[in-house]
């Protein structure tokens, strides 16, 4: 158990190591009227899905990778509360924390509970990089383990048709530079993946939405996977999951041991 400490500790905090599975697109054809009706009403279908899920918690396993290295498995169990408050855990063999991560709005923690290491930093400035090497914030894992995605702030919008399957909404800034894709299924209805760019569009990372399940009256992850350029990812393969959970802000605050 010591060593398999000391490689979940490795992979929180070494250095930046390009497989992005990235589907073929058709070039983009000039938007009619009805195009951009239709857009317009698939992002807000996208904006409305899940809005009364403000608190959940789930349990699952989570697997690390890194390029050219073996994969790390573990336990993960999490609570979030919406928009922004996230707490996850890490969990050892025997079901107890190895490592923590927090989020309460306003500060990001990280706690190793193996040897006390830790970390705390404003909620504005902060992204897991540092910690996974991929540099997804703490309030977009609230969208994703909430069934939700991270939408960007964008000036257009547009609809292809994508040559393997299915459509793409393609989102980019005034510049014209592309800062989100939205992968969806044959009838529009399921996302199966996100791209995020930053300004220059440089892909940030991806999400791969393996499959979902209905847990009361919402549709929430089963299985999803992040992945960045660099060959750094990991997959988390839901167990249990509960809605509109009790929760108090004291859960998302981390403090040294």
Excluded at 121 to 128: A, D, G, H, P, V
Aim: contains cysteine; charged residues 25%.
């Amino acid at each position: 158990m010591k060593h398999v400490t000391i490689l979940l500790i490795a992979v929180f905090f070494s250095a930046c190591s390009s497989f992005t599975g990235r589907i073929v697109e058709e070039p983009p054809e000039l938007l009619d009227k009805a195009a951009i009706i239709e857009v317009n009403n698939l992002i807000s279908t996208i904006r409305l899905k899940n809005r009364n899920l403000k608190t959940f918690k789930g349990i699952g396993k989570i697997t690390f990778w890194e390029e050219d290295k073996k994969s790390i498995a573990s336990g993960i169990a999490w609570v979030g509360s919406d928009p922004d408050m996230i707490r996850i855990a890490i969990l050892n063999i025997s079901g107890q924390p190895l490592l923590s991560l927090a989020n309460d709005g306003q500060w990001f923690y990280f706690l190793s509970h193996t040897d006390n290491n830790f970390y705390k930093k404003r909620s504005s400035y902060s992204n897991l990089k540092k910690a996974i090497q991929i540099p997804i914030k703490p309030v977009e894992i609230v969208s994703l383990l909430a069934g939700r995605i991270p939408l960007y702030e964008y000036h257009a919008a547009n609809i292809i048709r994508n040559k393997e399957q299915g459509y793409v909404i393609v989102l980019k800034k005034r510049s014209g530079n592309v800062i989100q894709k939205i992968y969806l299924n044959e009838d529009k209805k399921d996302i199966k993946k996100i791209e995020l760019f930053d300004g220059n569009e440089k892909l940030l990372y991806f999400v791969v939405i393996d499959s979902l399940q209905k847990i009361n009256k919402y549709h929430v992850p089963l299985k999803l996977s992040v992945s960045s350029d660099n060959g750094n990812g990991f997959k988390i393969d839901v167990y249990k999951y509960w809605t509109d959970v009790s929760v108090n802000t004291s859960m998302f605050v981390l403090t040294p041991q």
